[in-house]
């Protein structure tokens, strides 16, 4: 199972059979699974065989012999797409240049706080005409090493990087972050001298965090709110209280208010946090029933999964909740969405016969 990540999985029907074009992987929906299947590989697509069988489903119906069957190829980079991994500059990340002349607009990829470089959502933004950095901010062997793993400099530093790049317009960048990559995407979006971006997308974050420092003191705060976690019969952490209730001091909190000039895409309730004259300026997707984890389409929908945590490494199950039809429907919508929110942004305004555009 080279190509997935398997620290974490659910799937979402009675029975069934992935069979990639290197191995087979069977599983019962009702199980305690707890791995989740992310494309570690983006090089190579994920063949998967669909297969009809006679009857009722059982267990064991995977050893009869199929009705019919076909194969299906999900490929996560476009003909021409680039892959170049990044080092320099104390940066961990992967940038996905689309095909073509160039320049693109560029993007900053945040996830959240699992600590590894995860790729594949960048190669598919790459492959719809955006030059996009994924990037590894929060690797154990760093937080380890000495505090200076959490200073501020790493993701603004990607943006540097990525905005010199010859292949990007410089004037037209982005930001994207999923749960603590949406605190930093907020975070550099409002108070950053140094980054600039015409829009960003925030998915299931919040903008509560202390003021007074970045990475380190963010990670802190969330951790001394450990107390705030409730748990399922079944174990499973539930962290939804964790920034509960919204502080009033402006120490702790991501300044909503102030006068942003640049749209943003949330899949939650920040509106009442925008001035009256600015709600132009925000898109908000609300899905009812979808868990935390919402990721491009077509990615199985993760209920709970083991979690490693980002300081002490302690491993536990972490609830991200979601039902799996909603979340499924959900992730489709979300990014057809946001690709629309994202040419519209970052396309917008390009003079027609520009190099860039042929590239959409």
């Excluded at 059982?58 to 892959?83: C, I």
């Excluded at 501020?152 to 999923?178: C, D, E, I, N």
């Excluded at 609830?319 to 499924?328: I, N, P, V």
């Excluded at 919508?333 to 042929?358: E, H, I, M, Q």
Aim: charged residues 20%; neutral net charge; hydrophobic residues 40%.
């Amino acid at each position: 199972w080279n190509d997935y990540d398997l620290d974490d999985w659910e799937s979402s029907s009675a029975y069934c059979i992935i069979q990639t074009n290197e191995n087979l992987f069977s599983f019962k929906a009702d199980s305690p699974c707890t791995h989740r299947m992310r494309k570690k590989n983006v090089l190579a697509p994920m063949v998967v065989t669909i297969s009809v069988y006679k009857g009722h489903l059982s267990e064991g119906f995977g050893n009869q012999e199929p009705l019919a069957g076909v194969e299906v190829e999900r490929w996560y980079m476009a003909p021409g797409v680039r892959r170049i991994p990044v080092t320099e500059d104390g940066l961990t990340g992967t940038l996905f240049l689309p095909s073509g002349p160039g320049p693109f607009p560029g993007l900053l990829d945040l996830w959240g706080g699992g600590i590894q470089l995860v790729e594949y959502r960048a190669a598919l933004l790459a492959s719809h005409g955006i030059a996009t950095m994924a990037l590894d901010y929060l690797t154990f062997a760093k937080l380890t090493q000495s505090h200076s793993s959490f200073e501020p400099s790493t993701p603004p530093t990607a943006f540097k990087f990525l905005q010199k790049h010859p292949k990007v317009l410089s004037s037209r960048m982005a930001m994207l972050g999923l749960s603590l990559g949406t605190s930093i995407t907020l975070r550099m979006a409002v108070c950053s001298e140094v980054t600039k971006f015409r829009c960003v997308v925030c998915i299931s974050g919040s903008h509560v965090q202390p003021m007074d420092g970045f990475l380190k003191e963010t990670v802190d705060y969330f951790l001394k709110n450990s107390g705030k976690t409730r748990f399922t019969k079944d174990d499973e952490a539930i962290w939804r209280d964790l920034l509960l209730p919204i502080p009033s001091d402006p120490s702790l909190k991501v300044d909503m208010e102030i006068e942003m000039f640049l749209p943003v895409l949330l899949t939650q309730d920040f509106i009442h946090y925008f001035k009256t004259g600015n709600s132009h300026l925000l898109t908000l997707l609300s899905y009812p029933k979808a868990g935390h984890l919402i990721e491009p389409p077509y990615t199985p929908h993760t209920r709970a999964s083991l979690f490693r945590d980002v300081r002490s490494r302690q491993t536990m199950m972490a609830l991200w909740g979601g039902q799996t039809l909603e979340h499924s429907r959900a992730q489709e919508d979300a990014w057809r969405k946001l690709l629309v929110f994202l040419r519209t942004n970052l396309y917008g305004g390009v003079k027609p016969g520009a190099s860039s555009l042929s590239n959409l």
